[in-house]
């Protein structure tokens, strides 16, 4: 063996060793669990997708419960600081009062993978605190932005108790106001089992939900909260989920 593939070797055990972490899909962690659901749903028989918003609380977003709430449905909302639960309590807590799952999207939004240890830690743990402080609730689940993620990042939700979500169906709706096409890009790649990735806070988005509902009770899907999809199994801190 050469030197040079020497280097090259270490160097890439270096590079698994930082940025391989533990995940699993919505599905597989199922299979695993044993016992019986406790809510109305069992995703284990159903043909379920979960439905996700990002980056509120938002002016935007009561008028998006108003619609979940006239369908009887509940959604998982990864909430943000500053700017957001900092300016708009009333909102979050009504989120909460009305059944909706809460999780962590940091405090200002930062890439978790691109700052040290303690600065991500600080990002979630802010936010954790002002959820609890306002809803009475600490969550257990957290999206980073942009979905990137690592060891560090899965170590450090590991010690706050988050479980880390990601996404299989986003329609890019930070990039258009077009709410038909934010429609047709989410029904184009929806599967069961699958989690949907939509932004309260933009302008196209909740105009678009009525449509996208309509559309996935029509294919015979059931909406749930994360936790309902992964149910009987509970969300693991650390652990990745994505589908």
Same mark, same amino acid.
């Given at each position: ?26 599905? $597989? ?15 284990? #028989? ?22 979940? #709430? ?14 957001? &639960? ?15 799952? &809460? ?26 605190? $002002?959820?609890?402080? &306002? ?13 990137? %993620? ?19 169906? %986003? ?12 429609? #047709? ?22 105009? $678009?939900?009525?449509? &996208? ?31």
């Amino acid at each position: 063996m050469t030197a040079v593939t020497v280097v090259l070797a270490v160097a890439l055990t270096i590079a698994l060793t930082v940025t391989t972490y533990d995940h699993t899909s919505p599905r $597989a962690a199922r299979d695993k669990a044993s016992g019986s659901v406790a809510g109305p749903v069992d995703c284990r #028989k159903a043909r379920c997708v979960a439905l996700t918003f990002d980056g509120g609380p938002s002016p935007t977003t009561p008028r998006l419960l108003d619609i979940l #709430k006239r369908e009887h449905l509940h959604a998982t909302f990864f909430v943000q600081g500053a700017g957001h &639960i900092a300016k708009y309590p009333g909102i979050l807590r009504r989120i909460s009062d009305e059944g909706h799952e &809460i999780g962590n999207h940091t405090w200002t939004h930062k890439v978790l993978t691109q700052i040290d240890a303690d600065e991500a830690r600080q990002e979630l743990t802010r936010t954790q605190d $002002a959820i609890e402080r &306002i809803t009475g609730t600490r969550p257990v689940l957290m999206r980073p932005p942009q979905g990137r %993620t690592s060891r560090k990042v899965a170590k450090i939700c590991k010690e706050l108790g988050l479980a880390q979500v990601l996404w299989s169906v %986003t329609a890019k709706d930070y990039e258009t106001t077009d709410s038909a096409l934010i429609t #047709k890009r989410v029904l184009d790649q929806t599967h069961r089992d699958g989690i949907i990735l939509l932004h309260d806070l933009h302008k196209g988005t909740v105009p $678009a939900v009525p449509g &996208i509902l309509k559309a996935l009770k029509q294919r015979g899907y059931t909406i749930v909260t994360v936790s309902q999809l992964l149910a009987p199994a509970e969300p693991r801190p650390g652990m990745v989920y994505r589908p």
